[in-house]
């Protein structure tokens, strides 16, 4: 492929055949930098061959110059007589430092005589032939051009000329071009280019490339296994009530888990306005676990430690069953944060409430939410949570970790079914997101999952499947 | 859950099994074993068995399900001369004891077992505090539990001279965890001979005389506490499991000189409770077949409790080690657990319904596509914050925080994204990212007094960034919602005036766009120009759901 600019070389020595780079130049009007170059891409195309030839010639010196424009110095002085004698000390004024070499070379050509202090003129007017010499070195005479060179008006310079031979024609001599405009579309013009061949093979450059977060997508697949499994999303509020985290669920307001260093405390208190829930949980308390319930410690304001909070507060609204439920919420818990642990981390928690509902029933869902997971293979623990019974927590098999607790269920407790005023049974579990994600994910660092280093989300590969 | 630390070799010999089938075993006891070291085992114990806390409760267990021995391990119990007498102690009022005659327990598991009732059932000795002393070192079969004087001398635990209560208070490890719980009117509770020889200053420390140690074979134990129930209860299980090392259990007479319990004459109580259980109750709720499971009490039994069989329901006894047990779903759980979850075939449950997304979620899976397309890189940051982040003043404090760059709660995404930022100066520009998310505000009409709001944040890192670069991408995420939006200047402390304005649809403000101010960039350590742009989503969804 052809230049634009190889094309007019090769199409000039179409015609003169041979050529040298500075004609070239002239010719094509390019400057002799690029003509340099091109040649010597067409010499490598096989189009020309190529000569370097070094050429003496004669150049004007500085003072060869000045004698150009001015005139020789015998020349002038002759001129300057007009034909008449003239005092030596008035022509040594008249000519200042050019006299001694105006006199020497008049004396030498014959033109004057100096006779009595005087200079006599043998001619009126004269030109010296090396004065026409100066206007064309090249062609002047070769005695003229050595008389030159010894006045010092001219001296012998070097220069390096590349002669081309043109070697073969190109066969068909399209135009390139590096972009398309619409210009050159709308007039067709395009038709007499080609495209400029890129190095294709070379990496793009930056592109910043958005996408969705990883997490979060896991996230929401978590949520599009539950609604395929027939499951209705709830959501509610960060800030809850002891009450929704706690006591409707069975838990004694001494117990461990609710003390001070395992949850976050918020300052202020809620408030329930259904007396008949109040009282139903405070009797559930009072009766089962034996000590004094209090009312303002189950408004206490807190950021919810479990997403039951939510499934709680359906259970409170005493819907018809029956029901399937499920939420993915954020849960806030005390911790060190390490490799392994968050302060707030994700729960997936779910509610069925159904007359015929069996522990055995309860077992089939949970193996079907962890198969869609990806967690073939599980087995079951029995457990202990407050609020349900019987309890079971599930453990995963994961390849690198092995047996892995993944998830806490259960029925949910008689009394707390009483409570609220619900007559079939339930079920429920909890189930942390986390550790099934950096599964998912192939990430080792749970605060990964929360990463706020952009080159690594950027660089963050996709889940295919 | 809770851990003990037991020596191998003396359990399985104890037990005669191999350590796999006890691991098998325990894991169907809702616990968790594993090697500790050579001579060592960790063993993880759920909250509510309190009875497996010690080695002789889990051989009683594992008797059962090996059906070496069923229902109720039945211990010798016999009368004692000893009496303790309650006096009217105000911190913690209620008091029994007992006595356990040629008990055969290692004295570091002993104190293990104590420990863990402590910090369990006792809740740190707040609500239950123990006291096992040597039983032939004590003098006088008369016992008190009274207030004294803080200036009562006696030598503590482990001491070498006598001290006053105040000094064990103020000098001792022990005194300064539990002193504060108990000391009312510099008056202590105290466990005293009748010849005013201390025993022991609940919950704080026992005195020197009557300490145990490895001959110890015959036990006087105190039990004393805020709940009556509780009290019984931590020492119907440590006698009980005392008794299972082969010891027998004597009765101590109880006297409330105050009258505040008044049914009960001796202790340990030994309390068993009747639960009647109707067998199409276990059945169904576990969903099991009637025909397989025929002799539902003979799982009772290998639970290690008693069970009489009627035509329709059977009765439970319910030993005084089971206190986890409450009523007769604790009866189905027992059942389980001894058919073994793993040999319940999970079964194939539908109900024919379709699930539903909330709105919410559905909105915001839109706009999080919009956003993609608008070329914004989805990133995700925690809800908790450093409050000094935050520029909205009326934001969520927590009362507790563990550490100071997580003590509020997130009021807008705007610091959040700031946050980000500024930890990615050196990235590649530009850096176009946005987060959806919630923040939680006020709002005096939720029952808490506070609520969830949806937010979608917008942000523009770049060597140079304008007003228009976010207002663009903004308008054209909004009206592919079919939203048209206008904009109004308004003043901001985050945006650069005359660079900021209102999203307003139908009138109300849907967010917020604008150059952020070079002070608040400054502020987060910030050297290239960000132009942002946050709307309300939860609003946006109230204005557009008709």
């Known amino acids: ?465 | 859950m809770v851990t003990i630390i037991l020596n191998k070799n003396k359990l399985l010999n104890k037990l005669g099994i191999d350590g796999n089938l006890l691991e098998n075993i325990l894991f169907n006891l809702k616990s968790e074993m594993k090697m500790l070291d050579e001579n060592n085992l960790e063993i993880e114990i759920n909250a509510d068995r309190l009875d497996l806390l010690s080695s002789d409760g889990i051989s009683r267990a594992v008797k059962g399900l090996l059906e070496r021995e069923l229902g109720e391990a039945k211990y010798k119990v016999v009368d004692t001369d000893f009496k303790l007498i309650i006096h009217n102690v105000r911190s913690r009022p209620y008091a029994l004891a007992a006595v356990v005659y040629n008990a055969n327990i290692d004295l570091q598991e002993l104190i293990q077992f104590q420990e863990k009732l402590h910090s369990t059932i006792g809740r740190k000795r707040k609500k239950v505090a123990i006291g096992i002393h040597d039983l032939n070192k004590i003098d006088t079969k008369i016992i008190e539990y009274k207030e004294i004087p803080t200036t009562y001398k006696f030598i503590p635990l482990n001491g070498n001279r006598e001290m006053t209560i105040d000094e064990v208070i103020y000098q001792t490890e022990q005194g300064k965890l539990y002193g504060k719980l108990s000391i009312f009117d510099n008056l202590s509770p105290s466990i005293i001979q009748s010849d005013g020889q201390v025993l022991s200053i609940p919950p704080i420390i026992n005195s020197e005389k009557s300490k145990i140690d490895e001959r110890t074979k015959n036990f006087f134990i105190d039990v004393t506490g805020t709940s009556f129930d509780a009290v019984a209860q931590t020492l119907d299980l440590l006698v009980t499991n005392l008794a299972e090392s082969g010891g027998t259990i004597g009765k101590v007479k109880i006297e409330y000189e105050n009258k505040r319990v008044s049914n009960v004459d001796y202790s340990p109580l030994l309390v068993h409770k009747t639960i009647s259980v109707n067998k199409n109750y276990i059945y169904n709720t576990l969903g099991i077949d009637k025909d397989k499971e025929k002799d539902i009490c003979k799982h009772i039994m290998r639970m290690r409790m008693d069970c009489e069989e009627y035509s329709a329901n059977i009765k439970v006894i319910v030993p005084p080690y089971r206190i986890d047990i409450i009523n007769s779903i604790d009866i189905v759980e027992d059942v389980a657990m001894s058919i073994g979850y793993n040999n319940l075939i999970p079964s194939k449950y539908l109900i024919s319904n379709y699930g539903n997304y909330d709105y919410i979620t559905l909105l915001e899976r839109r706009i999080r596509e919009l956003s993609i397309g608008a070329n914004f890189i989805e990133i995700f940051n925690f809800v908790l914050i450093k409050e000094s982040k935050l520029f909205d003043k009326k934001y969520i404090k927590i009362l507790n925080p563990i550490s100071e760059e997580y003590n509020a709660v997130r009021n807008s995404l705007i610091p959040v994204l700031l946050d980000f930022l500024s930890k990615n100066q050196h990235a590649k520009f530009p850096v176009r990212v946005f987060e959806i998310g919630d923040v939680v505000i006020k709002d005096n009409t939720t029952d808490t007094g506070y609520r969830n709001d949806k937010r979608v944040t917008y942000a523009i890192m770049d060597s140079r960034v304008s007003y228009e670069d976010i207002q663009a991408p903004i308008h054209y995420i909004l009206s592919s919602m079919g939203i048209t939006p206008n904009y109004i200047e308004t003043n901001s402390d985050i945006f650069i005036e005359g660079r900021v304005a209102n999203v307003l649809y139908k009138n109300q403000a849907i967010g917020i766009l604008g150059e952020i101010k070079p002070e608040i960039l400054l502020k987060f350590d910030i050297e290239y120009p960000i132009v942002m742009a946050e709307l309300y989503v939860t609003k946006i969804m109230e204005l557009i759901r008709v």
């Open chain 1, 1 to 465: 492929m052809l230049s634009e600019n190889e094309i007019k070389i090769l199409d000039f020595l179409k015609i003169v055949k041979r050529s040298n780079s500075e004609e070239i130049a002239n010719k094509t009007g390019l400057s002799i930098s690029s003509v340099l170059s091109l040649i010597n891409l067409l010499a490598e195309k096989g189009y020309v061959r190529v000569e370097k030839k070094v050429e003496e010639y004669y150049a004007l010196t500085e003072e060869g110059k000045k004698r150009k424009n001015e005139g020789l110095p015998e020349d002038i002085l002759i001129n300057k007589l007009n034909g008449k004698e003239e005092e030596i000390n008035n022509v040594k004024t008249m000519l200042g430092e050019d006299f001694n070499i105006a006199i020497s070379w008049a004396k030498k050509k014959g033109l004057i005589d100096i006779k009595k202090g005087k200079i006599i003129p043998k001619v009126s007017s004269h030109v010296s032939e090396e004065y026409y010499a100066l206007f064309n070195l090249e062609n002047a005479n070769k005695n003229l051009i050595e008389v030159l060179e010894r006045r010092g008006l001219v001296e012998k310079r070097e220069k390096i000329i590349i002669l081309v031979e043109l070697l073969k024609e190109p066969e068909e001599i399209t135009p390139t071009i590096s972009n398309i405009t619409h210009e050159i579309l709308v007039s067709g013009e395009w038709k007499r280019y080609k495209f400029k061949k890129y190095n294709v093979a070379a990496f793009p450059p930056f592109f910043p490339i958005s996408k969705k977060h990883y997490f979060k997508e896991f996230l929401e697949k978590v949520k599009d296994i539950m609604i395929n499994l027939g499951f209705t999303e709830v959501n509610t509020g960060y800030v809850e009530m002891e009450f929704y985290n706690f006591d409707i669920l069975f838990q004694p307001q001494d117990h461990p888990a609710r003390e001070i260093h395992d949850s976050f405390s918020i300052e202020g208190i809620g408030k329930i306005d259904n007396q008949d829930l109040l009282n139903n949980v405070k009797k559930m308390h009072e009766s089962s676990w034996k000590y004094e319930w209090k009312q303002e410690i189950a408004l206490r304001l807190m950021l919810r430690s479990q997403s039951t909070a939510t499934t709680a507060r359906v259970l409170a609204s005493k819907p018809n069953p029956p029901l399937k439920v499920f939420t993915v919420g954020k849960v806030f818990r005390p911790d060190a944060i390490d490799a392994t642990h968050l302060i707030e981390f994700h729960q997936l928690d779910g509610l069925i409430i159904d007359d015929n509902f069996t522990f055995r029933d309860l077992l089939g869902v949970l193996r079907e939410i962890f198969y869609r997971l990806g967690i073939r293979e599980i087995k079951f623990k029995p457990a202990y949570f407050p609020f349900t019974e019987p309890s079971v927590e599930v453990y995963g098999y994961l390849e690198k970790l092995g047996w892995v607790e993944m998830c806490g269920a259960g029925l949910l407790r008689p009394e707390i079914l009483n409570a609220v005023g619900i007559k079939s049974r339930a079920g429920a579990w909890g189930i942390g997101l986390e550790r099934l994600a950096m599964s998912f994910l192939n990430i080792n660092d749970i605060r990964l999952l929360y990463s706020n280093n952009i080159e690594y989300i950027r660089e963050m590969k996709v889940n295919l499947w």
